[in-house]
């Protein structure tokens, strides 16, 4: 059974860090292109973050540049999202997804597995 689980959600103060994981179960997610997508309550799901499977040519949503990493342990089986000087925008659930093939993209019309979500919130 294909399973996507997020974890490592939770309230952070502004400027405040935050490091979101993504495992899954039965299937390697070392051979997918993985990607990050959120949604605030009220808003549209966006895309985040993705990174292909061989690790290269990442991607990230103009607004998080230079303050969000996207990365992938290929042993640990784990994606991780790395979000430091976190804003108050950036509140919202937080969904991690699995691709065969995301053509180097980052559209979530491309995503065949998704996980449950976890949410961030940014507050003081």
């Known amino acids: 059974q294909v399973q996507i689980v997020e974890s490592g959600g939770g309230l952070v103060q502004p400027g405040g860090s935050l490091r979101l994981s993504c495992s899954a179960s039965?299937?390697?997610?070392?051979?997918?292109?993985i990607g990050w997508f959120r949604q605030a309550p009220g808003k549209e799901r966006e895309a985040v973050s993705c990174?292909?499977?061989?690790?290269?040519?990442?991607i990230y949503r103009q607004s998080v540049k230079g303050r969000f990493t996207i990365s992938r342990d290929n042993a640990r089986n784990t994606v991780y999202l790395q979000m430091n000087s976190l804003k108050p925008e950036d509140t919202a659930v937080y969904y991690c997804?699995?691709?065969?093939?995301?053509?180097?993209?980052?559209?979530?019309?491309?995503?065949?597995?998704w996980g449950q979500g976890t949410q961030v919130t940014v507050s003081s």
């Open positions: 997804a699995a691709s065969r093939d995301a053509g180097y993209g980052c559209d979530a019309g491309s995503f065949n597995y």
């Open positions: 039965g299937f390697t997610l070392g051979r997918w292109d």
């Open positions: 990174i292909p499977s061989n690790g290269g040519s990442t």
